[in-house]
């Protein structure tokens, strides 16, 4: 019987609303996990180019002045 393969990864991502069209990522966080090891992760704020709403604020923690110089989804996409 072949083992079996646990790898997998988890992916979170905060973004400025939650509207289908028309939001903006503001966080990701990616965790790569073998087993039940935690092999590799990666985590980023993401300037949205657009305002953060004051209730998406609230709820994430995180602000505009956090994102200003964070880099822009292209940048971080590669």
């Not at 966080?29 to 657009?50: F, M, R």
């Not at 709820?59 to 964070?70: K, M």
């Amino acid at each position: 019987m072949k083992d079996k393969i646990n790898k997998f990864s988890l992916i979170d991502i905060e973004t400025t609303g939650s509207l289908k069209k028309g939001q903006k990522i503001i966080e990701i966080a990616i965790l790569n996990i073998d087993g039940d090891e935690l092999v590799e992760e990666y985590s980023t704020l993401i300037n949205p180019e657009i305002r953060i709403p004051y209730f998406i604020t609230n709820l994430t923690g995180i602000t505009n002045e956090a994102v200003e110089h964070s880099p822009k989804f292209y940048e971080v996409a590669k």
